[in-house]
């Protein structure tokens, strides 16, 4: 009888099971993100109210010698009271403008042709369109005009639809509240999460974000005040009707990096084109004077106290926050930002890494070896 042979014993690591479950955990944890993905968005808007409040309960304190919870609950009734103030004095100008901008859209449209006809870059760009088979004819051009006034009363039942979400809305700011009255005790329960060893850094690391996330918002806001003032003015300057409502439309959108001047720029040309051609060009053109001004003059100055974030990053969060969560996405992309990047300087370049963000990359690494 013959014995076996025995197998040769392997060499692969047997996998703890610890890192298994450990990887099937992150797996639910992602997969919860996705599906309460809303749920999670309005969370961090609402912890971005509440900081603001703080921080507004903060200067008020300074100002006045409130309490912080007197503080909070003054700054947000103040804030409640602009906002009304701002829809009450503007509200019905902008539905007015709004409808006259639909009524003259056919006469802006008859501007734009005769001035194709009438100048010669207009008669190059003609002349360009009709050599293409495919090119639109006059009689579509037309046609496409008249059926502007019923593409806009679409995107009006949308922005209504929008604007039905109070419920939403209300429920942020009593999140928000909430937040801002009973702040420590939420982020000791966060703590509680976090194992015992590690719950100092986690401290930190949340201590440092509610720190960048305040600046940024107070650089942010004034940002968007000065882009509100600069804009008001210019258009004021420029004769334009409903300049300040404009102006405030462009501060507003301008919490959206490198896309916000369009969305702002986009409805201001157009009720320019009201009128006249002219009087939309000059607006273009105040537009990108006044977002470079922006870009390279006010933004560098504020972001010397606010914290900054690297335009390429900027931008690929916006695409990829907006393709996942939507216009919501959009508009948090920056601040979603900046957590994930304290988190992956903290936890993994200086936790799993053990770098020291302190040493600057152009210092060379101690080798030992001396050169000759």
């Known amino acids: 009888m013959t014995d076996t042979p025995s197998l040769p014993p392997t060499d692969r690591p047997q996998v703890p099971l610890a890192t298994i479950l450990t990887v099937f ?55 409640a009271l602009a906002v009304m103030l701002v829809a009450a004095t503007v509200g019905p100008a902008i539905s007015a403008q709004f409808n006259q901008l639909l009524n003259g859209l056919p ?9 194709l006809n009438n100048s010669a870059a207009g008669q190059f760009i003609e002349r360009q369109i009709e050599v293409r088979p495919n090119g639109p004819t006059a009689e579509q051009a037309s046609r496409a005009a008249q059926q502007l006034p019923a593409i806009f009363g679409v995107l009006t039942g949308t922005i209504t639809s929008v604007f ?60 968007m005040i000065a882009v509100a003032i600069i804009t008001g003015l210019g258009l004021w300057a420029l004769g334009m009707p409903l300049a300040m409502v404009l102006g405030l439309i462009a501060g507003v959108t301008n919490i959206i990096p490198y896309i916000g001047p369009f969305l702002s720029g986009i409805p201001a040309v157009m009720f320019a084109l009201t009128q006249g051609f002219d009087m939309a060009v000059y607006v273009a053109i105040l537009f990108i004077v006044i977002q470079q001004v922006e870009g390279n003059i006010l933004l560098p100055m504020i972001q010397k106290f606010a914290t900054d974030t690297p335009p390429v990053l900027t931008v690929l969060a916006i695409i990829a926050f907006g393709t996942l969560f939507g216009f919501a996405g959009v508009v948090l992309a920056t601040p979603l930002l900046m957590v994930a990047m304290i988190l992956i300087r903290r936890i993994y370049v200086e936790g799993v890494l053990g770098d020291d963000l302190n040493i600057p990359l152009d210092q060379p690494p101690e080798t030992g070896l001396q050169s000759t």
């Open 25 to 79: 955990a992150l797996i639910a944890l992602v997969g919860a993100i996705w599906i309460w993905s809303g749920l999670l968005l309005m969370a961090f808007a609402a912890i971005l109210i509440a900081i603001a409040l703080r921080g507004g309960a903060r200067l008020l304190t300074r100002l006045i010698g409130t309490g912080p919870r007197i503080g909070i609950l003054l700054t947000a009734l103040i804030a």
């Open 107 to 115: 006469g802006a449209w008859q501007q734009v042709t005769d001035w």
């Open 164 to 223: 039905g979400g109070l419920a939403n809305l209300v429920l942020l700011i009593t999140m928000a509240l909430f937040l801002a009255l009973d702040a420590s005790t939420y982020s000791r329960g966060t703590l509680r999460l976090v194992p015992i060893r590690h719950r100092p850094a986690a401290a930190r690391i949340m201590n440092e974000m509610d720190v960048a996330l305040g600046r940024w918002m107070a650089g942010q806001a004034l940002d």
